[in-house]
């Protein structure tokens, strides 16, 4: 499948050019779909699970009905003032980035982490550096990586940050996130200078990333992202939770706290402490012999 190109002399919105695919490629825009063509489902045979999931296929409902602020694919950052704020700290957050690079080759990529990311991603050029995940904390990568920490505290509702890094020549097909109660923040840290090779596309628009500028997007929409150039792109990964109203707020929060609990995230969380363990014994053992 090839990727979608962007026009030439689109407009920019808080650094971001937003571009309309063809008709025949835009969904009914008062719906989500709940799942990607061509894409596997998840494959867990726990009759928990399976009963979870049924429950979020209910809620996701709910909350695009009281959503407080729509359901956009992709939103105006004016609507989350804080986002500014994220935007400033951005020279702090790229200095820790910086550092973390350095090994850059050590570092998992998301499907050794979440196994469940195999369905999109089975190569190494999608890494990871994660601060928190569904709520959890990593308390060795959060010491590494103080400011970046400090910022992401603007954030109401945060559950997730990492380092989202594509090496080279990634393509993430198209595809769904696994749940609407939640909204994803993307800071451009490293974006290489090639609109023409690099961009994400949310449902019917294509957007690209700029260094110290936010995206924010929903990403229970269908969408794709593609690094055809040479260079590693990195973004600062952010999921927050999604403003809505009662009753569907008391629900989401509900989900969103009971979610660590469902065996794909436990072992996603399992998996990040034996990578955390192995990196920074790796990193001592090197101290100590210089």
Not at 102 to 116: A, C, K
Not at 119 to 126: E, G, L, V
Not at 205 to 215: R, Y
Request: aromatic share 10%; hydrophobic share 40%; with cysteine.
């Amino acid at each position: 499948m090839q990727s979608p190109k962007a026009r030439n002399g689109t407009p920019m919105t808080d650094g971001i050019a937003n571009t309309s695919l063809p008709e025949q490629s835009v969904s009914t825009p008062e719906t989500q779909g709940f799942a990607t063509a061509g894409i596997a489902p998840m494959d867990r045979p726990s009759a928990i699970t399976r009963f979870f999931m049924g429950i979020v296929a209910w809620a996701e409902g709910l909350n695009f009905k009281h959503a407080k602020l729509g359901n956009p694919p992709v939103y105006d950052n004016a609507v989350f003032p804080w986002a500014k704020e994220v935007e400033k700290a951005w020279p702090e957050i790229r200095a820790e980035l910086d550092r973390v690079l350095v090994r850059q080759s050590e570092l998992p990529s998301f499907q050794e982490i979440s196994t469940d990311v195999q369905t999109i991603s089975k190569d190494n050029r999608w890494k990871t550096f994660f601060l928190v995940g569904f709520g959890v904390k990593s308390e060795q990568n959060i010491q590494a990586c103080p400011e970046t920490w400090k910022a992401v505290q603007n954030i109401p509702g945060l559950k997730t940050a990492m380092f989202s890094i594509f090496e080279p020549g990634k393509h993430l097909p198209a595809h769904r996130g696994p749940y609407n109660g939640v909204l994803r923040l993307h800071l451009g840290m490293i974006v290489p200078d090639a609109t023409d090779k690099l961009a994400i596309r949310v449902k019917d628009q294509i957007c690209h990333w700029q260094e110290g500028k936010a995206l924010i997007f929903d990403d229970a929409y269908e969408h794709e992202a593609w690094n055809h150039t040479d260079k590693t792109r990195v973004v600062l990964f952010i999921d927050f939770v999604k403003p809505l109203k009662f009753p569907a707020r008391l629900i989401n929060w509900a989900l969103l706290n009971l979610a660590i609990f469902t065996p794909f995230i436990r072992e996603g969380l399992d998996n990040h402490k034996e990578w955390e363990k192995k990196f920074y014994a790796q990193a001592e053992a090197l101290r100590n012999r210089g």
